[in-house]
């Protein structure tokens, strides 16, 4: 695979596997391991490459726009921007709502210490509670996370339109594939250099890079609740998500997984979030009703470029 991450140049033969040594990680001897194995170099070369062709070549844009939340995804996000355009075009915002944690921003501030990047805080509070208590709303927590998430986006590509530059996207492949991120909301910017790297290979390019440990060896959290994390809402830990999700994604049968030393609980998990989420990893579905049907038949992504 291009980017530095290995790809399986094996597949899954019925109980046979073609993996010639396999990775053991603690009691589990699994292929897993080395098909999440990344070349951190290899791959940040290729990311920042990859935002330097997208944004400057392809669109002409040569400034990111950053929501920095204080957590690894962003933070790495904004590491191979600046590698990309330069600290002085990397724009990062602080968004904090509320509630959110002072560590959040301070762990913020630490990147925008590190880089020297231009950088502005905006507290989304006043646009989401002018929502929030119209009393017709009754707002939910859940609901709550989707409006920040959303107002978040508002804040991100109006400075992208002031500044004339392009918001980047900062979901990793774990959360697109378990839905947990809000539609039109975490995954609405067009260009994200982490989408195709699960989260365990998203905390080895943040080693690489550099990013600091405070940043790197925190529990990952949405910052809505206090003592909320990512994992604590899976019920079940980034690094062995990982390895079931690289496993399902490379045709492995959920009895193969299971024969490998994996707990059928935490198959299950992983299988549920996957199959109740892939409406969210779809653009809107169009009735099409003609053979000029936009992504369908005419200018997909593949074609555009061929054009004048």
């Given at each position: 695979m291009?980017?530095g991450?290995?790809?399986p140049?094996?597949?899954?033969?019925?109980?046979?596997y073609?993996?010639p040594?396999?990775?053991?990680?603690?009691e589990?001897?699994?292929?897993?391991?080395q098909?999440?194995?990344?070349e951190?170099?290899?791959?940040?070369?290729?990311l920042v490459?990859?935002?330097?062709?997208?944004?400057?070549v392809?669109?002409?844009?040569?400034?990111?726009?950053?929501?920095?939340?204080?957590g690894v995804?962003?933070?790495?996000t904004?590491?191979?921007?600046?590698?990309?355009?330069?600290?002085?075009?990397?724009?990062?915002f602080?968004?904090?709502?509320?509630?959110?944690?002072?560590?959040?921003?301070?762990?913020a501030q630490?990147?925008i210490?590190?880089?020297?990047?231009?950088?502005?805080?905006?507290?989304?509070?006043?646009?989401?509670?002018?929502?929030?208590?119209?009393?017709?709303?009754?707002?939910?927590?859940y609901?709550?996370?989707?409006?920040?998430?959303?107002?978040?986006?508002?804040?991100?590509?109006?400075?992208?339109a002031?500044?004339?530059?392009?918001?980047?996207?900062?979901?990793?492949?774990?959360e697109?594939?378990?839905?947990?991120?809000?539609?039109?909301?975490?995954?609405?910017?067009?260009?994200?250099?982490?989408?195709?790297?699960?989260?365990?290979?998203?905390?080895?390019l943040?080693?690489?890079?550099?990013?600091?440990?405070?940043?790197?060896?925190?529990?990952?959290?949405?910052?809505?609740?206090?003592?909320?994390?990512?994992e604590g809402?899976?019920?079940?830990?980034?690094a062995?998500?990982d390895?079931?999700?690289?496993?399902?994604?490379?045709?492995?049968?959920?009895?193969?997984?299971?024969?490998?030393g994996?707990?059928?609980?935490?198959?299950?998990?992983?299988?549920?979030?996957?199959?109740?989420?892939?409406?969210?990893?779809?653009?809107?579905?169009?009735?099409?009703?003609?053979?000029?049907?936009?992504?369908?038949?005419?200018?997909?992504?593949?074609?555009?470029r061929?054009?004048p």
């Open positions: 291009v980017g991450c290995a790809s140049d094996f597949m899954p033969t019925g109980t046979i073609l993996m040594i396999p990775v053991v990680r603690g589990i001897s699994s292929p897993a391991g098909i999440l194995n990344c951190p170099q290899l791959l940040a070369e290729y490459e990859f935002l330097r062709q997208e944004c400057i392809q669109r002409g844009v040569s400034k990111a726009i950053i929501g920095l939340s204080g995804d962003s933070a790495v904004t590491y191979l921007a600046a590698l990309a355009f330069g600290a002085e075009n990397t724009f990062v602080r968004l904090p709502y509320k509630v959110s944690s002072s560590a959040s921003l301070n762990h630490l990147v210490d590190h880089l020297g990047l231009p950088a502005e805080t905006i507290d989304i509070t006043p646009m989401v509670d002018g929502y929030g208590e119209i009393p017709s709303v009754e707002m939910t927590p609901r709550l996370g989707n409006v920040c998430a959303r107002s978040r986006m508002i804040v991100l590509y109006d400075q992208a002031r500044l004339g530059g392009f918001p980047l996207g900062t979901g990793n492949k774990t697109r594939m378990f839905g947990y991120y809000t539609w039109h909301g975490d995954d609405a910017p067009p260009i994200n250099p982490l989408g195709d790297l699960f989260k365990s290979q998203v905390f080895e943040a080693e690489y890079l550099e990013v600091p440990a405070e940043i790197r060896l925190k529990p990952p959290t949405a910052d809505l609740i206090e003592g909320q994390t990512d809402d899976f019920g079940i830990t980034y062995l998500a390895e079931i999700l690289v496993l399902m994604m490379s045709r492995y049968e959920l009895d193969q997984i299971e024969a490998l994996y707990k059928s609980k935490d198959i299950e998990i992983v299988r549920k979030r996957v199959a109740s989420t892939h409406w969210k990893r779809k653009l809107p579905t169009v009735a099409m009703t003609s053979t000029t049907s936009i992504n369908e038949y005419y200018l997909r992504p593949v074609d555009f061929h054009l």
